[in-house]
């Protein structure tokens, strides 16, 4: 029996052509969460970043790969903090190496600088572009758990050849994400399990990007979406149609949840 349902975003529950949650996959959700399913967000994104999810019932946010995770209400479950000495390598590699580095906190993203790419990646997602500030004088506020380098898979594996304790999970060609090493969805997801008794078999998650396969291969049913990058295929148990197509409504209804 499924108990807990792990939803990703972008490519997910927000469609990249509406940049809208299909009213399919919030009908259903409700449905499920009615039946007392529990609903996680588990996203690349910031918790302050989740405006058009407001009306999806949620309990909890795997938010920033793992790296932050809240209770709908703002109680922090685990938080998992960027160590000043990789920042500063960052920020050394983005001068040597000129790419840009962004910094995804709760009142935003901010960037060192802003290039075709920075304006790209914002596109993807119907987000204004990023604020360029002082990253060092950002950083000291002590709430960073997640670093974004605006690079292609080449530059991210020479980048992240010199940053050993850090991994990056992309669900973009252009840009990736940055965490600790060992923290990912699948940890944030094991870390909400802990807190509410749950069986990884009890779980259903769904994902899209290279972000999710460690979520969908820890799911008791991972479920990519059609049209997921091949990773997440692969780690999938079952393939839906695409967010356009309703396909959490169908993946839903396929295993009997609603």
């Not at 990023?130 to 530059?155: A, S």
Request: net charge negative.
């Amino acid at each position: 029996m499924i108990r807990a349902l792990f939803l990703d975003v972008d490519g997910t529950l927000i469609s990249f052509r509406t940049h809208e949650v299909p009213a399919s996959a919030l009908e259903a959700l409700h449905r499920a969460h009615a039946r007392g399913v529990r609903l996680f967000i588990a996203t690349g994104r910031a918790v302050g970043d989740l405006a058009g999810l407001e009306e999806i019932p949620y309990d909890g946010v795997v938010a920033l790969n793992g790296a932050d995770c809240l209770m709908r209400d703002g109680e922090v479950v685990a938080r998992h903090l960027i160590p000043r000495a990789e920042f500063e390598q960052a920020m050394a590699l983005s001068a040597e190496l000129d790419f840009p580095v962004g910094l995804e906190l709760n009142d935003g993203i901010f960037v060192n600088r802003v290039t075709p790419v920075v304006e790209e990646v914002a596109r993807l997602v119907a987000h204004p572009v990023p604020e360029v500030v002082d990253l060092r004088r950002l950083f000291d506020r002590g709430d960073c758990c997640q670093m974004c380098f605006y690079v292609d898979p080449e530059l991210e594996r020479r980048v992240m050849a010199r940053l050993p304790s850090m991994v990056a999970t992309r669900w973009c060609p252009i840009f990736t994400d940055v965490n600790l090493r060992g923290i990912d969805k699948a940890t944030g997801m094991a870390e909400f399990a802990e807190r509410f008794g749950l069986g990884a078999a009890e779980t259903m998650a769904f994902g899209d990007g290279g972000n999710d396969v460690p979520m969908l291969r820890a799911a008791g049913i991972g479920v990519a979406m059609g049209g997921a990058c091949d990773e997440a295929l692969r780690a999938a148990d079952w393939v839906t149609a695409t967010v356009d197509d309703d396909g959490i409504r169908r993946a839903l209804e396929h295993f009997g949840v609603i």
